[in-house]
């Protein structure tokens, strides 16, 4: 999930070890702009073992959450609960192809949003990617 956007980027993977989740960051957020990627933050477990070679293939800093901390992940907390209205806690993840994945992105990045002035995800995502001219003289 992005911050500023609020854009949720999911990525299918073929594992749960640290190779398959850095290859899984690596593969999605490369294409996203370098102005909306700076920072990751992590929260603990075995997928953040190869978060040097992430950091710098992707030239991001990267945070790891205290444990029991879940305020300082707050947004991310957030965006956990609306994933949780189309993966329940405990669904197994395996059985789901890319594209179903792109289909619950795509619900949740078209929903408006209060903290965007209730535009969605995706335009906010719009408007930094190709920023419309400002006139000039008004």
């Known amino acids: 999930m ?3 956007t609020r854009l949720v980027i999911l990525a299918r993977m073929d594992g ?3 190779t398959s989740a850095r290859q899984g960051f690596i593969k999605k957020l490369r294409h996203v702009p370098a102005l909306l990627r700076k920072t990751l933050t992590y929260d603990r477990g075995k997928e953040r073992a190869e978060h040097a070679q992430l950091a710098q293939r992707l030239a991001i800093q990267i945070f790891v959450a205290d444990p029991h901390s879940p305020w300082q992940r707050g947004t991310n907390e957030n965006t956990n609960g609306l994933l ?3 993966l329940p806690k405990g669904t197994d993840l395996s059985g789901y192809t890319q594209r179903q994945l792109n289909a619950i992105v ?5 929903r408006p949003r ?3 002035d209730f535009a969605t995800p995706l335009e ?3 408007q930094l990617r190709h920023p419309s001219p400002v006139a000039l003289g008004t």
Do not use: I, P
Request: aromatic share 10%.
């Open 84 to 86: 949780r209205q189309y």
């Open 114 to 116: 209060k903290c965007l």
């Open 124 to 126: 906010v995502y719009a």
């Open 106 to 110: 795509h619900r949740l990045n078209t």
């Open 16 to 18: 749960t070890d640290a």
């Open 2 to 4: 992005e911050r500023t």
